[in-house]
């Protein structure tokens, strides 16, 4: 699983239609995850960036993965995002 969307870095390059995938997840405690997002050009490229997020984790839910993607089309960088 991973996300399609255009994003622009920090450094004002604009990647459009970049594939972000959640590379590392770890439980926090029983109800929160910590988990990485690695932002490429496309599914075979290095990554450009690498952004750590914090999310509520429901134990009895999905998959902590699936729980990490559900989670960041709810922010503003990643709305509308597009499952790839």
Do not use: W
């Not at 926090?28 to 990554?47: A, E, P, Q, Y």
């Amino acid at each position: 699983m991973a996300l399609n969307k255009t994003v622009t870095t920090p450094q004002g390059f604009e990647a459009s239609g970049a594939y972000h995938r959640v590379s590392f997840v770890r439980l926090d405690g029983k109800d929160k995850i910590v988990f990485i997002v690695s932002s490429s050009k496309d599914k075979t490229s290095s990554s450009f960036e690498d952004r750590s997020f914090e999310a509520a984790y429901d134990l009895e839910g999905k998959n902590p993965i699936k729980q990490a993607y559900e989670y960041l089309k709810t922010t503003d960088q990643f709305l509308n995002a597009q499952d790839c």
